[in-house]
């Protein structure tokens, strides 16, 4: 079984910094792509920031330059570094990765539990 961990998450005053990290493991092949997402209440999912096998980083608008994504692939974490928070950032921050399972060489998408982010103004 392949699992993804958030950890990193809490509360931060409007202009600070926060790193959330996610630890994939289990029955791991490769990792095609990782990504960080997050979801407010009462608002829609919106995808913050990928970066893809051989790199190539993308970030949504609202974040660049102030986010930036990175990952270990010895360590099969991916990270966020979160700074200059707005709290219009204060959501559930969500990893998702596409992951071929070792067992089975079969890509599949795969979601952590989500860390919740605090902004306060």
């Known amino acids: 079984q392949v699992r993804l961990v958030e950890s990193g998450g809490g509360l931060v005053q409007a202009g600070g910094s926060l790193r959330l990290s996610c630890v994939a493991s289990?029955?791991?092949?490769?990792?095609?792509?990782m990504g960080w997402y997050r979801q407010a209440p009462g608002k829609q999912r919106e995808l913050v920031a990928l970066i893809l096998s051989g790199g190539n980083p993308d970030y949504a608008d609202s974040v660049k330059g102030r986010f930036t994504i990175s990952r270990d692939n010895g360590k099969n974490t991916v990270y966020l570094q979160m700074n200059s928070l707005k709290p219009e950032d204060t959501a559930v921050y969500s990893c998702?990765?596409?992951?071929?399972?070792?067992?089975?060489?079969?890509?599949?998408?795969?979601w952590g539990q989500g860390t919740q982010v605090t902004v306060s103004s």
């Open positions: 289990g029955s791991i092949f490769s990792i095609n792509y």
């Open positions: 998702n990765a596409h992951i071929i399972d070792r067992a089975t060489m079969n890509l599949n998408n795969y």
